[in-house]
């Protein structure tokens, strides 16, 4: 039985994302502008006194292929530290719960995980990770990653308004990404975490006494400080391995809708964002209600069928009816509404924290999950998510004007074929490296697949196709299921691979195509040119997004949770 | 490179001279003194500055929401469920890893897997054998189906009401005590819809442990 009226602080969380989405954008995007910014008083010095130590200056703009490289260095260190600290973890800090040093493979698919902002785990937190690296390793990854993310879209999007074919200073975006916006609002956001419940310490294991006797271990730690930045930065991985399912993570209703403002934040001002940057606001809301098209229909979707009965548990007579949705693999705390706005929020949002276990929806929901995924830009993870969106629409208004007969252009800037080539290589490399592994994990044996059992077969394939595609998404969340065990060398390893590829292929599409425009001259708009500010555009780029998702992905939906929905199972 | 010398007699020219790109060796400096300090504010600076303040301001929930015996030793936190399958206390909801929270999350049962029905069957007949449940009828499908964290701390008020006769035949309260006692600990929404009505059963027993004499 399900309320209509528990929907409404859902209604309203989110009007005031998109109430609050453009002023933030304001802000966001004047940060990677070279104008005066708020807070120049205070940063300023700081940020000069670290460009001095690092030898660099904002004077020094990159090209594409510089600003990749320095992408490349940062990232491929915090990759290096990362997977060192997991290899010597019980050598090095805070281990009081004794976890063993990672094996090769597994620190090499968590690193890999951490720095490109996936954090899909192979691993249980609570045992194989020590507080040193919960603290100092991965949270490095945490920032650095969000904060890439954000530089590589606000050099793409200064292409559209340069003229000398720079995009920026990598390293002074990634200090102003930091001081100015990550750094305070994750100091700020942990401490209202703590305030509704959250806990922050360094107590690390405690021994409790429970009423029946025996013992129960009880692990803390900074826990509001590190939910605090994975969320805000897209990142999504748990302190706990149960994320924000845990109650220690997340502990009531009101925590639970706080973290999906912190999760919606960025992602939905980076529009805003966008439109500061090229100077021309309006352009951000066709982008905007496309997400919000997309999610809304997602998020219904998702509410109507984890609020329906569960057929298979319709022998059970001892059950009581079904209220406040499906329990299985659900928290008491959340109403429904809240619990699913939290689930397709993050998982839309290229988050991938939970709270709830995927593994136990329905299948339509765990679909409605997957086609988040398959877009990665509705509105996607830090930055990234909506450089994706970009490059959608430069493939969209490409095929639009061929369609018409009018040259293709985009604020002003001509699109040809280099970077239509670049647009389309960052958007097909993301069903390959989901589809070939997917071939080789089926066909190799790497999964035993029950192939006289329809709903075996199905659920195997799903298994496999979420586990593939939150990877190449950078997703990171999971849909653990008893049909596939993921702790294996070649799930890490593979696994590692596809999250590398689909990171920072597309990040150096979105840097070349910024880079291409950033050489253009802007032609002024004429009788002939494209609207971009209106409903028009808004409708025919959510269609192009998802027919071009449809299409990429129908033949390996159909395998699984396309087959457990029609075959019942 | 020095900027290119003009030929004398010319003015600087107004435009700026574009900038250099950085050496190799340049960007190695840069990503290692960046990574130094990213490290130092993200690893130390960042964590133990936010845990000085929270301890400050809410130092009770920064420390884990800990609840303890009237003699002082901890008993748990409030904020996680423990075995309390005893015929004196309300019990929460069963958890796959039995309350341990070194086991991490447990792999869930899938929508249609057989398996879920059974531990479903399973939990449901142990319900009835030792719940010693005096009311015909349904278990509340809330309190019975696997949590996600395997240490949900919270029941719907139905599954707390509905252990009461058994509690009531362990202790000697009366059910209608009891139930008053459940309905003053039942959590409502402060906020008309902003989460469900629950209780929290490690709350819920410690308060009730003084009144049975344990």
Same mark, same amino acid.
């Given at each position: 039985?399900?309320?209509?009226?528990?929907?409404?602080?859902?209604?309203?969380?989110?009007?005031?994302?998109? !109430?609050?989405?453009?002023?933030?954008?304001?802000?966001?995007?004047?940060?990677?502008?070279?104008?005066?910014?708020?807070?120049?008083?205070?940063?300023?010095?700081?940020?000069?006194?670290?460009?001095?130590?690092?030898?660099?200056?904002?004077?020094?703009?990159?090209?594409?292929?510089?600003?990749?490289?320095?992408?490349?260095?940062?990232?491929?260190?915090?990759?290096?530290?990362?997977?060192?600290?997991? *290899?010597?973890?019980?050598?090095?800090?805070?281990?009081?719960?004794?976890?063993?040093?990672?094996?090769?493979?597994?620190?090499?698919?968590?690193?890999?995980?951490?720095?490109?902002?996936?954090?899909?785990?192979?691993?249980?937190?609570?045992?194989?990770?020590?507080?040193?690296?919960?603290?100092?390793?991965? =949270?490095?990854?945490?920032?650095?990653?969000?904060?890439?993310?954000?530089?590589?879209? !606000?050099?793409?999007?200064?292409?559209?308004?340069?003229?000398?074919?720079?995009?920026?200073?990598?390293?002074?975006?990634?200090?102003?990404?930091?001081?100015?916006?990550?750094?305070?609002?994750?100091?700020?956001?942990?401490?209202?975490?703590?305030?509704?419940?959250?806990?922050?310490?360094? *107590?690390?294991?405690?021994?409790?006494?429970?009423?029946?006797?025996?013992?129960?271990?009880?692990?803390?730690?900074?826990?509001?400080?590190?939910?605090?930045?994975?969320?805000?930065?897209?990142?999504?991985?748990?302190?706990?391995?149960?994320?924000?399912?845990?109650?220690?993570?997340? $502990?009531? !209703?009101?925590?639970?809708?706080?973290?999906?403002?912190?999760?919606?934040?960025?992602?939905?001002?980076?529009?805003?964002?966008?439109?500061?940057?090229?100077?021309?606001?309006?352009?951000?809301?066709?982008?905007?209600?496309?997400?919000?098209?997309?999610?809304?229909?997602?998020?219904?979707?998702?509410?109507?069928?984890?609020?329906?009965?569960?057929?298979?548990?319709?022998?059970?007579?001892?059950?009581?009816?079904?209220?406040?949705?499906?329990?299985?693999?659900?928290?008491?705390?959340?109403?429904?509404?809240?619990?699913?706005?939290?689930?397709?929020?993050?998982?839309?949002?290229?988050?991938?924290?939970?709270?709830?276990?995927?593994?136990?929806?329905?299948?339509?929901?765990?679909?409605?999950?997957?086609?988040?995924?398959?877009?990665?830009?509705?509105?996607?993870?830090?930055?990234?998510?909506?450089? *994706?969106?970009?490059?959608?629409?430069?493939?969209?208004?490409?095929?639009?004007?061929?369609?018409?007969?009018?040259?293709?252009?985009?604020?002003?800037?001509?699109?040809?074929?280099?970077?239509?080539?670049?647009?389309?290589?960052?958007?097909?490399?993301? $069903?390959?490296?989901?589809?070939?592994?997917?071939?080789?994990?089926?066909?190799?044996?790497?999964?035993?697949?029950?192939?006289?059992?329809?709903?075996?077969?199905?659920?195997?394939? *799903?298994?496999?196709?979420?586990?593939?595609?939150?990877?190449? !998404?950078?997703?990171?969340?999971?849909?653990?299921?008893?049909?596939?065990?993921?702790?294996? =060398?070649?799930?890490?390893?593979?696994?590692?691979?596809?999250?590398?590829?689909?990171?920072?292929?597309?990040?150096?599409?979105?840097?070349?195509?910024?880079?291409?425009?950033?050489?253009?001259?802007?032609?002024?708009?004429?009788?002939?040119?494209?609207?971009?500010?209106?409903?028009?555009?808004?409708?025919?780029?959510?269609?192009?997004?998802?027919?071009?998702?449809?299409?990429?992905?129908?033949?390996?939906?159909?395998?699984?949770?396309?087959?457990?929905?029609?075959?019942?199972? | 490179?020095?900027?290119?010398?003009?030929?004398?007699?010319?003015?600087?020219?107004?435009?700026?001279?574009?900038?250099?790109?950085?050496? &190799?060796?340049?960007? &190695?400096?840069?990503? &290692?003194? /960046?990574?130094?300090?990213?490290?130092?504010?993200?690893? /130390?600076?960042?964590?133990?500055?936010?845990?000085?303040?929270?301890?400050?301001?809410?130092?009770?929930?920064?420390?884990?929401?800990?609840?303890?015996?009237?003699?002082?030793?901890?008993?748990?936190?409030?904020?996680?469920?423990?075995?309390?399958?005893?015929?004196?206390? /309300?019990?929460?909801?069963?958890?796959?890893?039995?309350?341990?929270?070194?086991?991490?999350?447990?792999?869930?049962?899938?929508?249609?897997?057989?398996?879920?029905?059974?531990?479903?069957?399973?939990?449901?007949?142990?319900?009835?054998?030792?719940?010693?449940?005096?009311?015909?009828?349904?278990? %509340?499908?809330?309190?019975?189906?696997?949590?996600?964290?395997?240490?949900?701390?919270? &029941?719907?008020?139905?599954?707390?009401?509905?252990?009461?006769?058994?509690?009531?035949?362990?202790?000697?309260?009366?059910?209608?005590?009891?139930?008053?006692?459940?309905?003053?600990?039942?959590?409502?929404?402060?906020?008309?819809?902003?989460?469900?009505?629950?209780?929290?059963?490690?709350?819920?027993?410690?308060?009730?442990? %003084?009144?049975?004499?344990?």
């Amino acid at each position: 039985m399900f309320e209509l009226q528990s929907l409404w602080d859902v209604i309203l969380l989110i009007a005031l994302v998109i !109430a609050f989405a453009p002023v933030f954008g304001a802000y966001l995007g004047r940060v990677y502008m070279d104008r005066p910014a708020f807070g120049d008083i205070l940063l300023l010095p700081i940020e000069t006194t670290i460009y001095r130590l690092l030898g660099t200056s904002p004077r020094r703009s990159m090209r594409a292929g510089e600003y990749m490289l320095a992408l490349l260095l940062v990232n491929g260190g915090v990759w290096a530290f990362l997977f060192f600290f997991f *290899t010597h973890q019980q050598s090095l800090l805070w281990n009081a719960t004794g976890a063993p040093n990672m094996s090769w493979d597994l620190a090499f698919h968590s690193a890999s995980s951490f720095t490109t902002n996936t954090d899909f785990t192979h691993f249980t937190n609570e045992s194989q990770m020590s507080l040193g690296s919960l603290v100092i390793a991965w =949270p490095l990854a945490l920032f650095c990653s969000a904060a890439t993310g954000l530089s590589v879209a !606000a050099a793409m999007f200064r292409g559209f308004v340069r003229k000398d074919g720079t995009l920026g200073n990598y390293y002074v975006d990634m200090v102003r990404t930091t001081t100015r916006i990550l750094l305070p609002l994750a100091v700020l956001f942990a401490l209202l975490l703590v305030i509704l419940g959250v806990p922050e310490t360094f *107590t690390n294991v405690l021994t409790a006494h429970p009423l029946t006797g025996g013992t129960q271990e009880i692990i803390l730690g900074p826990v509001a400080s590190f939910s605090s930045i994975s969320l805000l930065g897209t990142n999504g991985g748990g302190f706990y391995s149960a994320n924000a399912a845990s109650p220690l993570a997340n $502990p009531s !209703a009101v925590s639970n809708l706080f973290e999906v403002f912190v999760m919606m934040l960025i992602p939905f001002s980076t529009p805003f964002a966008f439109g500061q940057v090229i100077r021309k606001r309006g352009e951000a809301w066709p982008f905007v209600a496309t997400i919000l098209i997309v999610v809304a229909v997602a998020l219904g979707l998702f509410i109507a069928y984890q609020a329906a009965a569960n057929p298979s548990l319709a022998g059970i007579t001892a059950l009581g009816p079904q209220s406040n949705g499906y329990p299985v693999g659900q928290e008491t705390r959340f109403s429904l509404p809240e619990g699913s706005l939290f689930q397709v929020v993050s998982v839309y949002s290229n988050v991938g924290a939970n709270n709830m276990m995927i593994g136990a929806l329905s299948p339509v929901a765990q679909l409605v999950l997957l086609f988040g995924m398959f877009t990665q830009s509705t509105p996607g993870g830090e930055g990234t998510g909506f450089g *994706t969106l970009l490059l959608f629409a430069v493939l969209g208004i490409f095929v639009g004007g061929l369609m018409v007969g009018r040259t293709p252009e985009y604020l002003g800037k001509k699109i040809s074929t280099g970077q239509v080539r670049w647009a389309a290589l960052a958007l097909l490399i993301h $069903p390959a490296a989901i589809l070939i592994p997917f071939v080789v994990a089926v066909t190799g044996g790497f999964v035993s697949v029950d192939t006289g059992s329809l709903a075996s077969s199905a659920h195997t394939f *799903t298994s496999v196709l979420y586990e593939f595609t939150s990877e190449s !998404a950078n997703n990171g969340s999971a849909l653990t299921s008893n049909y596939i065990n993921d702790a294996t =060398p070649f799930f890490n390893i593979t696994g590692a691979f596809i999250m590398l590829v689909g990171r920072f292929v597309p990040i150096w599409a979105m840097l070349v195509v910024g880079g291409k425009f950033a050489e253009q001259d802007v032609l002024p708009p004429g009788p002939g040119t494209l609207r971009t500010a209106s409903a028009t555009f808004t409708i025919y780029i959510t269609l192009f997004l998802v027919i071009v998702s449809v299409l990429l992905f129908l033949p390996v939906i159909a395998l699984g949770p396309l087959a457990q929905i029609v075959g019942g199972t | 490179m020095t900027a290119p010398s003009l030929p004398p007699g010319t003015a600087p020219s107004a435009a700026p001279v574009p900038p250099r790109a950085h050496s &190799v060796g340049g960007h &190695v400096r840069a990503a &290692v003194v /960046f990574l130094v300090l990213m490290v130092l504010v993200t690893g /130390f600076a960042y964590p133990f500055v936010v845990t000085g303040i929270a301890q400050v301001i809410d130092p009770g929930a920064a420390g884990g929401s800990l609840v303890h015996y009237p003699n002082g030793t901890l008993a748990g936190s409030s904020l996680i469920a423990q075995n309390l399958s005893a015929p004196y206390l /309300f019990w929460a909801r069963p958890s796959a890893t039995d309350y341990n929270l070194t086991l991490g999350a447990p792999t869930p049962y899938g929508y249609s897997e057989p398996a879920l029905q059974a531990v479903i069957n399973e939990t449901v007949a142990y319900m009835k054998e030792y719940g010693n449940f005096t009311v015909n009828g349904t278990l %509340p499908f809330w309190w019975v189906a696997p949590s996600a964290s395997s240490i949900d701390p919270d &029941v719907v008020p139905d599954a707390a009401l509905i252990q009461i006769p058994r509690i009531s035949n362990a202790t000697h309260l009366s059910i209608s005590f009891l139930q008053g006692f459940v309905n003053q600990h039942t959590v409502n929404p402060f906020i008309p819809y902003v989460g469900v009505p629950y209780v929290d059963v490690l709350t819920l027993d410690l308060a009730l442990l %003084p009144l049975i004499g344990r």
